[in-house]
């Protein structure tokens, strides 16, 4: 499994706005995800799940870190400690040069657009060959409750982990109705919020599926520094 789909799972962690058993769906194109279409973010208590797309979704659990892939048409799973994340960041924080210590802050390009039907303020970051374009709405429905939820989220281990690779709950003015995400080699992906409901969630949702089998976790570089 590549880093790239760590890394751009964190990437769009950073644009759901959690709450106790919600279901947030967002339409994505472009990157190595898979085929484009909808992607649907489901959050109950500290667990996340993200079906990225028909073919992965990957379950958190936000206060340990802890990650599990699921591979479906293969019917197999990976499963990444907190600890190995924490790691991989750190790695990647090194690598573009970050002290660890600095803050990825939003940056305002003074542009505006309209994204389905919301007014929306343009902002960027960049962290080392990863740059985050966030189409902020202001006046979504509700998202102030959304927005204080998420605030309580960030003393969490995840959110400790995600420091360097987005900004943080209180920098944001707004909901992100949409987010554009631009990798080394000239991967892009971006997502637009289409729907943001507070719903039922089961916890089988959570769980590794019968039937799937688990993947040894390939070696990457520095990761057992």
């Known amino acids: 499994m590549k880093t790239s789909l760590l890394s751009c799972a964190l990437a769009l962690l950073s644009s759901a706005f959690l709450h106790a058993d919600l279901v947030m769906v967002q339409s994505i194109e472009g990157g190595g995800l898979g085929q484009n279409g909808e992607m649907t ?16 979704s990957v379950m958190t659990d936000t206060e340990s870190g802890d990650m599990t892939t699921l591979m479906h048409s293969q019917k197999v799973y990976m499963q990444v400690s907190g600890a190995m994340t924490a790691q991989m960041l750190k790695n990647a924080a090194a690598q573009s040069g970050k002290s660890g210590n600095e803050k990825v802050t939003l ?21 080392g060959d990863q740059k985050a374009t966030y189409w902020i709405a202001k006046d979504y429905p509700e998202g102030a409750k959304f927005l204080d939820f998420f605030k309580k989220m960030q003393g969490s281990a995840l959110s400790k982990m995600a420091r360097e690779a987005a900004p943080q709950p209180e920098d944001f003015p707004g909901v992100p109705v949409k987010t554009q995400v631009e990798m080394g080699a000239g991967q892009k992906v971006t997502t637009t919020l289409m729907s943001l409901k507070d719903e039922p969630v089961n916890d089988s949702e959570f769980a590794v599926p019968a039937g799937y089998k688990a993947m040894s976790m390939p070696t990457m570089p520095g990761a057992g520094e």
């Open 41 to 56: 973010v489901k959050m109950k208590g500290n667990k996340l799940r993200i079906d990225i797309s028909k073919e992965a």
């Open 107 to 127: 940056q305002p390009t003074g542009k505006k657009e309209t994204v389905n039907g919301y007014e929306t303020e343009i902002y960027t970051t960049v962290v």
